[in-house]
């Protein structure tokens, strides 16, 4: 059971909008940033957005971040079959004093 | 650019101690958080814990009674052991580079830079 939650599927068709939702508390989301992560299959996670909305350097800006309260959400415009992929939000939570991650998304491309 | 690279044994018998060693090279390894980061297979990831390169340390409080982080900076590398392993510990293992980004109004850090991981099997 993660500490972030993160629904378990997704999927889209190519050129289409999805939105990926990661839900907290207080304690993590609530008081810190939210990073995001993509997993290409069989390869380590790389940085997608860090700091709630800030894309890395090579970054597509067809991927976006926000943050509301104790959620945060990413966003994927003009989706491509590259991006089909397992997505991880992470906060640091204050209450375990550790960094604490989602569940992930499996983004399925139709 | 930055490179990590994990490196130890695949396989490690129920009740040992797993240790890991992580290479950093590319660029500096002063003034960063270094961290352990795994995955069971099919599974979510999991922060085992973090080390400055000074040596202080930060752990994830499930897995604090089993962990030891070490820095050798004449090396560029940190390691990890996890004692009193089960199969519940087979997993990925990945080490990463935590940096700092501040805005106008704050500062946070993110893993940047990953290593590929390397597999660590829990089996007699």
């Not at chain 1, 304690?27 to 790389?46: E, F, R």
């Not at chain 1, 909305?53 to 966003?75: I, M």
């Not at chain 2, 962990?67 to 009193?84: A, E, G, I, P, R």
């Amino acid at each position: 059971q993660s500490v972030l939650t993160q629904p378990p599927s997704a999927s889209g068709t190519p050129g289409q909008r999805v939105t990926i939702s990661c839900s907290g508390s207080s304690s993590n989301i609530g008081s810190n940033t939210v990073n995001w992560y993509q997993q290409l299959p069989g390869t380590a996670p790389k940085l997608l957005i860090y700091s709630n909305d800030q894309r890395p350097s090579g970054v597509p800006d067809r991927f976006s971040g926000s943050k509301s309260g104790t959620s945060a959400s990413l966003a994927i415009s003009g989706l491509q079959s590259e991006d089909e992929a397992d997505y991880y939000c992470a906060a640091w939570d204050d209450s375990l004093n550790g960094w604490v991650f989602g569940g992930g998304t499996k983004l399925t491309v139709l | 650019q930055v490179q990590l690279q994990e490196s130890g044994p695949g396989l490690v018998k129920p009740s040992e101690t797993l240790s890991l060693t992580c290479t950093v090279s590319g660029g500096s390894f002063s003034s960063y958080f270094w961290s352990w980061i795994r995955q069971p297979p099919g599974k979510g990831l999991e922060w085992i814990g973090y080390i400055y390169y000074s040596g202080s340390t930060k752990y994830n409080p499930s897995l604090k009674s089993r962990v030891t982080m070490s820095v050798d900076t004449s090396k560029n590398q940190f390691s990890l052991k996890l004692s009193s392993v089960t199969a519940a510990d087979t997993a990925v293992y990945y080490c990463a580079r935590e940096t700092k980004y501040c805005s106008s109004t704050s500062c946070a850090t993110h893993f940047d830079y990953w290593g590929q991981g390397t597999l660590v099997t829990v089996s007699s």
